[in-house]
C-alpha cells in the first residue's frame, strides 16, 4: 500500500516565477492537507482539500492555492515566488470522516527559492 | 486547539529510557493528545495518540494523567535511530478535517 508520495522532491526557483508541487494521497485517504516548514520551525498548515474544495485555510496569501482532482490527489500553486518561501512543503492525506483519522504525511518537497 | 509546550531539546545514550513531557493546560473535553516524530528532510511520522490514562503500542507509550493538562511520552530503551524531532499536538476527535498545529518540537539526540 503507497502511502503519501509527493513531487518533485527537490526544486529550485527563481524570485517572480511560479510553481506547482503534487501529492498522491495514502490509499483510501479522501482528505488533503498541506503544510510549509521552515528550517528549524515546526510545519504551518497552509490550506485543505476536501471533495475537490478548499475546507479550511490558514494563514498564508493568496498567492498559494490549490486544487483538488476527482481521484483526491492535489497541488500546491504559489504564484510570485519570494525568497522567504524556500521551505520544505508537506503534504498529508487523512480520512475526513470516520474513527482513525490521524494524518499521513508525505516526503515533501524542498523549494529553494533564489 | 489548546497551545502545547514541550523542551526544546533533550539528549541521552543508546538503551535508556526517554520520558518527553508536553504541557496542554488549556484542553478542552474533545481534544486528543497526538505525537508525531520527525526525521531531517522527512514528513512527520504519527507515533502514539490518546485521551486518558495510558495508551501503549509497538513504538512508545503515552501517559495522561486524570487532569489531562500534560501528557508524556514514552520511549523504551531508544537506539541512534530515534535521534529526531518529538511534536506534541492537541487534535480534535473522530475528524480528519483539522488542521493540524505544530509547535517546534522537542529534538531528541540519543548518542552511543
Known amino acids: 500500500d503507497a502511502g503519501v508520495t509527493q513531487s518533485p522532491t527537490h526544486l529550485i526557483k527563481t524570485r517572480g516565477q511560479q510553481v506547482t508541487l503534487r501529492c498522491s494521497p495514502k490509499?483510501?485517504?479522501?482528505?488533503v492537507s498541506w503544510y510549509q516548514q521552515a528550517l528549524g520551525q515546526g510545519p504551518q498548515f497552509i490550506f485543505q482539500?476536501?471533495?475537490?474544495?478548499?475546507?479550511q485555510r490558514g494563514n498564508f496569501p493568496d498567492r498559494f492555492s490549490g486544487h483538488q482532482f476527482p481521484n483526491y490527489s492535489s497541488e500546491l500553486n504559489v504564484n510570485a515566488l519570494l525568497l522567504g518561501d524556500s521551505a520544505l512543503y508537506l503534504c498529508a492525506s487523512s480520512l475526513g470522516q470516520g474513527a482513525h483519522t490521524e494524518a499521513f504525511f508525505g516526503q515533501g518537497t524542498r523549494l529553494t527559492v533564489v | 486547539l489548546a497551545k502545547t509546550t514541550q523542551p526544546i531539546s533533550m539528549d541521552s545514550y543508546e538503551g535508556q529510557e526517554v520520558n518527553i513531557t508536553c504541557s496542554h493546560n488549556n484542553i478542552a473535553t474533545n481534544d486528543y493528545i497526538t505525537w508525531y516524530q520527525q526525521f531531517p528532510s522527512q514528513g512527520p511520522r504519527f507515533i502514539i495518540q490518546g485521551y486518558k490514562t495510558k495508551v501503549t503500542n509497538e513504538v512508545a507509550s503515552l501517559f495522561i494523567p486524570a487532569d489531562r493538562k500534560s501528557s508524556t511520552l514514552s520511549l523504551p530503551r531508544v537506539s541512534l535511530s530515534d535521534t529526531a524531532v518529538y511534536y506534541c499536538?492537541?487534535?480534535?476527535?473522530?475528524?480528519?478535517?483539522?488542521?493540524?498545529?505544530f509547535g517546534t518540537g522537542t529534538r531528541l539526540l540519543v548518542s552511543p
Open positions: 482539500y476536501y471533495e475537490e474544495e478548499e475546507r
Open positions: 499536538l492537541v487534535t480534535l476527535m473522530n475528524t480528519g478535517f483539522q488542521k493540524l498545529v
Open positions: 490509499s483510501g485517504h479522501d482528505t
